[in-house]
T-cell receptor, first 114, second 115 residues
Framework: ETGVTQTPRHLVMGMTNKKSLKCEQH?????MYWYKQSAKKPLELMFV???????ENNSVPSRFSPECPNSSHLFLHLHTLQPEDSALYLC?????????????FGPGTRLTVL | DQQVKQNSPSLSVQEGRISILNCDYT??????FLWYKKYPAEGPTFLIS?????DKNEDGRFTVFLNKSAKHLSLHIVPSQPGDSAVYFC??????????????FGQGTELSVKP
């Protein structure tokens, strides 16, 4: 595997379910990111991790819980989501978390909340 | 309030001609700008960037122009090829380290290059 991978690619869940999204980067980067892209809206940054430490939480509701056990893996734990949380969730990584460090994106997880 | 705007949701261009994608921003503190390209079922891929100390950056067929006074940047693709058909996102950031990698994205423009 190369680059940034995300699993699952598609997920349908009910509002009472608990699920997790997984991201793995094979680029030796130290920073990882979660983004949300809703229909017809720009990508919105959710969380930033730098050397496993969370450095940014962009006012994300607590029903989204990130976890970064090491610099290569990033999870997004989901519980009691709402239908408006249906979106494409993208993971990215970069060498560092500086703004000029190119971010490399995974293919995304298409989430549908029923 | 959206700080980065791409007002054209779509653009159609003939193969071989120039494609011009536009982006406007409102935050005068933005000092680094990027363009990403996204194919269906794939994540965005970095295309080209420009620092606010420059007004032009060129990479092969792709050139980004920055007009700071107008808070406007554009991406020129010459000549356009059918493989360039994708959604193009403009993004901006403020300060190399101050914002911790926080990119603000536009909504995207879908480019279609007709053979």
């Amino acid at each position: 595997e190369t680059g940034v991978t995300q699993t699952p690619r598609h997920l349908v869940m009910g509002m009472t379910n608990k699920k997790s999204l997984k991201c793995e980067q094979h680029l030796g980067h130290n920073a990882m990111y979660w983004y949300k892209q809703s229909a017809k809206k720009p990508l919105e940054l959710m969380f930033v991790y730098n050397f496993k430490e969370q450095t940014e939480n962009n006012s994300v509701p607590s029903r989204f819980s990130p976890e970064c056990p090491n610099s290569s893996h990033l999870f997004l734990h989901l519980h009691t989501l709402q239908p408006e949380d249906s979106a494409l969730y993208l993971c990215a990584s970069s060498h560092r978390s500086g703004s000029t460090d190119t971010q490399y994106f995974g293919p995304g997880t298409r989430l549908t909340v029923l | 309030d959206q700080q980065v705007k791409q007002n054209s949701p779509s653009l159609s261009v003939q193969e071989g001609r120039i494609s011009i994608l536009n982006c406007d921003y409102t935050n005068s503190m933005f000092d680094y700008f990027l363009w990403y390209k996204k194919y269906p079922a794939e994540g965005p891929t970095f295309l080209i960037s420009i620092s606010s100390i420059k007004d032009k950056n060129e990479d092969g067929r792709f050139t980004v122009f920055l007009n700071k006074s107008a808070k406007h940047l554009s991406l020129h693709i010459v000549p356009s090829q059918p493989g360039d058909s994708a959604v193009y996102f403009c993004a901006a950031s403020e300060g190399e380290y101050n914002q911790g990698g926080k990119l603000i994205f536009g909504q995207g423009t879908e480019l279609s290059v007709k053979p």
